[in-house]
C-alpha cells in the first residue's frame, strides 16, 4: 500500500539552527514526491517537487530510493518558516497525492 | 491568475442535516480535486475529475457523499446526512494537464457537525 510517514508531529528550533523534517514513503513503482507548506492563515502551497531538484527559500529534499525516504531540509531556520510542512506522494500522471500527517515547524527568535 | 476559490469559509450544521460546498478552480484547469482534512491529519482524496468526468472516487462515502462537476468548470461536494466524524475542512484543488506539476489549493471549507 502507498504511504507517507512524517515521524515528527511537532520539530522545534532556534533561529540560525539547521532543519530537518523527515519523510518516509512506501510505494512499489517510481513515486513523485512533493513538499506542501502551510502557513498561519494560508492555503496549502507547493514547496518544492523532488523531479524539478530546485531549492525554494533555501529548503532542499533529496530523494533516497534505499532509504524511501524525501527528508526536508534547510541549513539555517528563520523564523518566518514557522509553518505545517507535508510530505506528499503521487503515483506518475494519475495527478493524485497522498500526504503524510504533517510536521509543524516552530523557528524560535 | 485568480486562485482557486471555495464557499462558505465556515460551515457549522447539526447531525443528519445535509450540507453542500462549492469550488470554482483556476480557468483552464481541467483536473478537479477535493480532500478531506481531519483536524491533526493530512488532506485524503474524495474525488478527482478530469473535465466533467469522475477519474477516482475510491475513497468517497457514496452513501451519504456526492459531487459533480458540471461542464467541466465549478464543482460542488454534498454530504446528506451529515455525521459528527465528517468535521474536517474540505479542500478544492485544480491542476493543469499533466497532473501533478502546477497543484493549486482553495482556502477551504471549514465544517463542523454538532
Redesign the interface.
Known amino acids: 500500500a502507498q504511504r507517507v510517514t512524517q515521524p515528527e508531529k511537532l520539530l522545534s528550533v532556534f533561529k540560525g539552527a539547521p532543519v530537518e523534517l523527515k519523510c518516509n514513503y512506501s510505494y512499489s513503482g517510481s513515486p513523485e514526491l512533493f513538499w506542501y507548506v502551510q502557513y498561519s492563515r494560508q492555503r496549502l502551497q507547493l514547496l518544492l517537487r523532488h523531479i524539478s531538484r530546485e531549492s525554494i527559500k533555501g529548503f532542499t529534499a533529496d530523494l533516497n530510493k534505499g532509504e524511501t525516504s524525501f527528508h526536508l531540509k534547510k541549513p539555517f531556520a528563520q523564523e518566518e518558516d514557522s509553518a505545517m510542512y507535508y510530505c506528499a506522494l503521487s503515483k506518475s500522471n494519475t495527478g493524485k497525492l497522498i500526504f503524510g500527517q504533517g510536521t509543524t515547524l516552530q523557528v524560535k527568535p | 491568475e485568480a ?1 482557486v476559490a471555495q464557499s462558505p469559509r465556515y460551515k457549522i450544521i447539526e447531525k443528519r442535516q445535509s450540507v453542500a460546498f462549492w469550488c470554482n478552480p483556476i480557468s483552464g484547469h481541467a ?1 478537479l ?1 477535493w480532500y478531506q482534512q481531519i483536524l ?6 474524495l474525488i ?1 475529475f478530469q473535465n466533467n468526468g469522475v ?2 472516487d475510491s475513497q468517497l462515502p457514496k452513501d451519504r457523499f456526492s459531487a459533480e462537476r458540471l461542464k467541466g468548470v465549478d464543482s460542488t461536494l454534498k454530504i446528506q446526512p451529515a455525521k459528527l466524524e465528517d468535521s474536517a475542512v474540505y ?1 478544492c484543488a485544480s ?1 493543469s494537464p ?4 502546477g ?6 471549507t471549514r465544517l463542523t457537525v454538532v
Open positions: 486562485g483536473t480535486y491533526g491529519q493530512g488532506p485524503k482524496l478527482q477519474v477516482d479542500l491542476s499533466g497532473g501533478n506539476y497543484y493549486t489549493f482553495g482556502s477551504g
